[in-house]
């Protein structure tokens, strides 16, 4: 009973704290860093339960943030006929949404491709298409403004009945809508993971040979598996142009990919829990040194902190906290046993 309130307990602390500490600074921090950790979950459906490593996982999020900009905005685009193609600001929960979708759609589509390849090979076209997005974002003046960016994009808003519809402007809100996504998010990879499509995830990841042998769909999993995960990102997107209000071609930056890539590492790969420990870890850890080291001792310090957890914590840091506890019981449990046949003798 203690495990299963313990993660609705950190929720609640997580909604309350630092509401309660009231630093505009941290809920920008804990904000931008519950949007990766939404990326870096999504990330985990592929690399821990599938065991494909996408390194261009950051094209999803950059295709929902850039989807859900434009729809919010509106544009027009010539296609070459006589009239341009035109289309009015969307609602921005519309927008959310049909960013969500299309980065799903390429997610399917990305599956179907990409995964009749493995290995090194998939992670080639991964990265390859995360830059084709990057040089698409970059070169369509027309349609994203290119280098100048999309700005003066409009907020997620919410309707209250005694105040109507109420635009999510400060930090407050965003960091609670930031929250509850990445608690849905959770729950619907949860949910997967424990049903039998995420056994058979599970099942590819350890002997791929072995899951084909017994019946398994091997292409339709891991499509399955990356139009959910491309969604997710895709949401993270969303809520990224819908915080900043603004997007450029930099949001396709590889290094983002990487970001995700080391949340979900040293958090523990596999495991609900190890996106969220390792997001928090590390995607707090370069703010507090900013504040106690120059710029290049920084990242000095936050190199050393991830090899130490890699080297001593191969498994990340979620997997080893487990092993302790299960050993400390054990220890606990042969003490008792030990102490009961003493008496009884």
Known sequence: MTTRLLPWLFVLFMAVGPLWLGDQYILYVLTSTGIFIIGAMSLNLLLGYTGQLS????????????TSALLSLGFDLDLGGAEPFVLGPQPVWVAFLGGI??????????????????????VIVTISFAQVMRMVALNWVDLTEGPMALNNIPP???WLPWDGVLPLYKKEYNYLLVLAVAVVCFLVIQRLVQSRVGRALVALRENESL????????????????????GMAGAAGGLYTHYIRI?????????YTVTMVIMVVTGGKGTLAGPIVGGLAFGILPE???EVARPEVQWIIYGVAMIVVVFFLPQGIVPAVKN?????RKRVAGTALGLRKETSA
Do not use: E, Q
């Open 156 to 158: 997620l808003s919410v």
């Open 324 to 328: 302790w506890f299960a050993g400390r």
């Open 55 to 66: 390194l261009g996982h950051i094209a999803f999020f950059g295709i929902g943030a850039y």
């Open 211 to 230: 899951a084909r042998s017994v019946g398994i769909d091997v292409t339709r999993y891991l499509v399955v598996a990356t139009v959910i995960a491309a």
């Open 288 to 290: 507090v040194l900013r």
């Open 247 to 255: 997007v450029d071609p930099d949001v396709f930056m590889f290094i």
């Open 101 to 122: 979708l299309v980065a799903a759609l390429f997610g399917f589509l990305i599956g179907k491709l990409a995964f009749r390849v493995r290995g090194a090979y998939f």
